[in-house]
């Protein structure tokens, strides 16, 4: 029989996303876990793997296409099948049984009603705003109406219906451009032309990546559309200066991507339901310096002082294994290997790929995993699982010259430790002023996962294989 495929919900709580590429085309024989597409997400590319077997008989949904999750984007047959098969099963898809009737569906508000309500939804989740109760009253739509009201109904208060002003038409309303609806949403919220875009997907099609790198033009008092006198708004100026053009200020306004929303989501959550508690180390990385020096010298691949880091992690939490835990709603999450998150910084923001199996990988192949990784998140070509799991983090800025910082943890992990440069100063050693090279380390930790001392006994043991660098290979 004949399978529908669906879109699945790549991310908790996610109501649509987009078809990125399919990596199969129409006629293909499907085997079970072949992957089909990838799809975007906010942070992401998932590779999306078939469930069943078969002959891949129709696409659905084009490149660049954005649909909601659980909607059809395409069919895989069955041996023997015919395309009336497939037909009679679209046909029962979209009967009025299949799906709401149009009659009685709800109307579907615009793609900025639904960002709004994503976004407060997501804050309502981490505790940011209250729920509204379903008895509530509609929020009020600030948007001019598409009409004025009928004059009978107008208050003799109103301005009349011909000095009402109207809402400027969409930019991208034009239905001959060609253009999947994740892009022009996206349009709408950079406030980007399409019209100036160049595609770079089949016919010429406009995705998103040809977003990517465009700056919206500066928004002026002038190109502020009105609003409404149905629904008034009022804005206080300063009593001592009259009204200036904000352009007199000289800034830009830059929208928010999709990454950097799920960016300030993901840490206003971590800082405001996580209890934090720090403890900072400095450590002696003389004997460190020395062993890279050496091995560096012979080995095909350069090891780095953060390749020592991330081993030295990895070491100190099968010392201390009640730090290599996460917090759950039911239990405390305990686990046999070290899977740590390495933060990198790209041009939309931070990522945190996840470097799986840490205590069981050397030096070299550390550094190499890391590399491509990194690389790979520049790049935007994460797979989603690749950011997922993991029970402690790495952030190291050193490289910028940082003394030390406090990092935020990233949920449900345990710690991060942040990392600072390494330094020459003044230290004393067996009773005498010598010059060392130190770095300060500070570990961030969830409190209802580790006690202050099992942090401090991991930091202990950190600084134990850091300054004593050969006990991580042996």
């Not at 009020?140 to 208060?157: E, G, K, N, T």
């Not at 991330?310 to 201390?320: E, Q, T």
Request: charged residues 20%; aromatic residues 4%.
């Amino acid at each position: 029989m004949a399978t529908i495929v669906r879109m699945p919900e790549v991310l908790a709580n996610a109501t649509e996303a987009a078809i990125q590429g399919w990596l199969v085309s129409e006629g293909d024989s499907i085997e079970v876990g072949q992957p089909l597409a990838e799809i975007e997400t906010e942070k992401a590319m998932v590779e999306f793997n078939s469930e069943v077997a078969g002959v891949l008989v129709r696409l659905l949904v084009g490149e660049g296409d954005s649909v909601d999750v659980g909607a059809p984007i395409g069919v895989i047959a069955a041996p023997g099948e015919t395309d009336v098969d497939v037909a009679a099963l679209l046909a029962g898809e979209n009967s009025p049984t299949a799906t709401p009737s149009s009659d009685t569906a709800p109307p579907v508000p615009d793609d900025g009603a639904t960002a709004l309500e994503s976004e407060d939804s997501h804050a309502a989740a981490a505790g940011d705003l209250p729920s509204a109760p379903p008895s509530a009253a509609p929020a009020i739509d600030l948007r001019a109406p598409a009409s004025p009201a009928p004059a009978a109904a107008a208050p003799a208060s109103t301005v009349p219906a011909s000095a009402a002003p109207t809402s400027p038409a969409p930019a991208d309303s034009d239905p001959r451009r060609f253009a999947s609806p994740l892009v022009r949403r996206l349009a709408r919220e950079r406030s980007l032309d399409l019209g100036a875009v160049v595609g770079s997907g089949p016919n010429g099609r406009i995705v998103r990546r040809d977003l990517d790198g465009l700056v919206a033009p500066a928004v002026t008092a002038s190109a502020i559309p009105a609003v409404s006198a149905a629904r008034p708004v009022v804005v206080a100026a300063p009593a001592s200066s009259p009204a200036t053009p904000d352009s007199a200020y000289g800034f830009t306004d830059i929208p928010h991507t999709g990454m950097r929303r799920a960016i300030a989501r993901r840490l206003t959550e971590s800082k405001s339901s996580v209890p934090h508690f720090y403890v900072t180390a400095d450590c002696r990385v003389d004997r460190l310096l020395a062993l890279r020096a050496e091995i560096n010298a012979t080995a095909p691949r350069k090891i780095s002082v953060n390749d020592f880091i991330v081993k030295a992690v990895a070491a100190a939490l099968l010392d201390v294994p009640a730090a290599n835990a996460t917090w759950g709603e039911e239990s405390t999450r305990r686990y046999e290997h070290v899977d740590l998150s390495v933060a990198v910084s790209t041009e939309g923001g931070l990522l945190t790929p996840v470097l799986r199996g840490v205590d069981s990988l050397s030096l070299s192949a550390i550094s190499a995993a890391i590399a491509d990784l990194a690389e790979r998140a520049r790049a935007g070509k994460l797979r989603q699982q690749e950011l997922e799991g993991g029970s402690f983090a790495v952030s190291n800025l050193g490289m910028y010259g940082v003394d030390e910082f406090s990092a935020i943890l990233n949920p449900p992990q345990s710690g991060i430790l942040a990392v600072g440069a390494a330094k020459q100063r003044a230290v004393v050693e067996d009773g005498q002023l010598v010059v060392g090279t130190v770095m300060t380390v500070t570990l961030s930790a969830d409190h209802r996962v580790v006690d202050g001392a099992v942090a401090a006994e991991w930091l202990s043991a950190f600084v134990r294989h850091i300054e004593n660098p050969l006990s991580m290979l042996i």
